[in-house]
């Protein structure tokens, strides 16, 4: 009987991911993913045999993993950011169901809050909230309440899946959400390519951010009513007193 | 002129270090941090020097690193969990200010969201929120309203520092105020010593939680409306249609 590890490879660049990772990667005989994600780890385990599905059949390609383990080979699920956060972790654990094997391990992964806020200074300090603007699973009307609720609340906001071709108004509808509640001025910053070729980061004002040039490969961050820029870095303090 | 690394050194086990961090620490010649997170990391790195300083000293410990770096040293600052996420890296670039030296880099590593929510199953698989609920540096009200929001948003959330010896109420004052909005029966996962010796987990409903013997050491999760228990595992599912 194999087993099935949900890995999360972190952004992308085998330095970003975790030794637990890496180990898990090596010791499987099998990596499955999106081919994406199975393309940024091939050259490094060259060994392996690999499997993958095209992007939106998500279901099938946990099946797969866990019919594979069955069959006695031990599977990697590999997941680009997290295994959990927005990953295939909780597709493998229904599509299990009350089944008690094959045996499932998750591994966690450096997630694009921690991965980009990296790049763009210290943004996410404080409390924040993470939400995607896809409404390919979640409807538009929970997407707005979200947003809402985090803007009102003076939540950091991390914006996942900003903008894709199938959605390219999102991140324009969300800001304008935003600014209901927030200033024009507000600090937000995008990262593009993390840890990847191209890794680039730029910074807006809430106002310009609603006409930025932000496509799938970003994540972007939106600042509380505390951040500021320091030096070309956008920074969330904590609040220390004695500093 | 040396530099400064602030350094995610994850939940506290090698494994769950980014191969970035553990070069990180490899390569520098000062190791800097809270003495719990330093003595995590210590016996691993035996050739290095260590300074740290007492837990409330925060802008204490990040002006020595950034002044042994000015010095000439290469100053790894260890963050437990991400180097940015309650971490370091803002109160590192607070402190440098409008001036570009020493050269500050920010090194990612795994946040209790992400690790904790690998220990419970997948409860982060949808949109979300991470709150603090310690009041030393931010206020309750502030907690209070964010708590609401999140709540009322159906966001999942993940509760840091849920309890202290001064603050040992938080957690309870915390339920009472989601329980507003959430059924008693929501699901709930604690996450304690992620990483560490005597790692565990344990699942309550959120009227169980109220009176959890929840400590410092804990990581709490509360689920969305979708959360369920599936084989054990705490899992909130993304909606996948095909499954």
Known sequence: MGKVVVVGIGPG?????????????????????YHVYVDLVKDRYPEKEFL????????????????VALEGK?????CSGDSGIYGMAALIY????DR?????EVIPGLTAACSGASILGAPLTHDFAVISLSDRLTSWEKIEARLEAAAKA??????????????PDHLRKACEILLRHLPEDRHC????????????????????????DVDMFCTVFIGNEMTKMIEGNMVTPRGYRDV
């Open 13 to 33: 660049n085998y330095e970003n991911m975790t030794i637990r990772a890496d180990r898990a990667l090596q010791n499987c005989d099998v990596i499955i993913g």
């Open 52 to 67: 993958s599905t095209p992007m939106t059949k998500e279901a099938q390609r946990c099946q797969m993993a866990i019919d």
């Open 74 to 78: 031990n599977v990697a699920m590999v």
């Open 94 to 97: 229904e599509l299990r169901g």
């Open 100 to 104: 008690t094997e094959p045996e499932v």
């Open 154 to 167: 003076d939540l950091s906001i991390v914006l996942y899946n900003p903008r894709s071709h199938g959605r």
């Open 189 to 212: 910053g995008v990262a593009q390519h993390i840890g990847r070729e191209g890794e680039n980061r730029q910074f807006f004002t809430l106002g310009e951010l609603k006409d930025a």
